[in-house]
């Protein structure tokens, strides 16, 4: 089954066209994948799927609903990684965890067991106690990636997972995430890290100017245009990635 399916989606910010006519699907269990440079469109596909945001026009279906119909019901089914830290700085670790649990009506006494069992699962338990401005900026990811696991999501919508994270923490990271691909949790996410995308995706879009301008298997796109996955980019975008 499809998890997210989307038709002809466009998406403008008043007359500047962001997502220009794209079509991709995400099957049941996959990681996948959107490379592009800064100003492509990923972030904005990312929002319209998790029901930030509406499209323009064109149709996105998640877990086969559209996403006009019913966005309450697809977010609970939906764990977000945003590419900003938007963690409560008034509050503590645990704290951060367990309020956010009230948006999915999960019981306080269930919601303090989790975020200590989602601590621990992202190597956070010494920091339960903690205020956020205490926290570096890995441990801000890590944090969020517990938060966004909080309604035992089927989906992960992660916007740059690793982003400004030490090698360490990094690797770290994406040991979780194929962790929880191990356990069936279906993967969307952007990177900037092709060598890792080329690790831990099934397929990738890459996307410039708002467009897809290739989707396959990191594998496949390696054979049809040679050289490494950060070949492949630098030729279908011109652009190198500290770009
Ligand atoms: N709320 C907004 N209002 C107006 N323009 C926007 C808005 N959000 C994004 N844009 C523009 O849309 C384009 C796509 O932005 P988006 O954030 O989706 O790119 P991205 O691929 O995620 O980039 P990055 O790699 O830098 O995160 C950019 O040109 C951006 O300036
Ligand atoms: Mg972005």
Redesign the pocket.
Known sequence: MKIVTAKDLTKR??T?T??DDINFSIERGECFG?L????????????IIYCLMPPTSGEVRVFDVDVGLDPSGIKARIGVMP?DDNLDPDLSVFENLVVYARYFDIPPKKAGQLAAELLKFVELTGKTDSKIKDLSGGMKRRLLLARALLNAPELMVL??PTVGLDPHSRHAVWDKLSDLKFRGTTLLL?T?YMEEAEKVCDRVAI?DS?RIIATDSPSRLMDTHGGSLEDVYLKLTGRRLAD
């Open positions: 910010y008043g500047f962001a997502v959107f592009g440079p800064n100003g492509a469109g990923k972030t904005t596909v990312m929002g590419q916007d740059e952007t900037h996307m708002g």
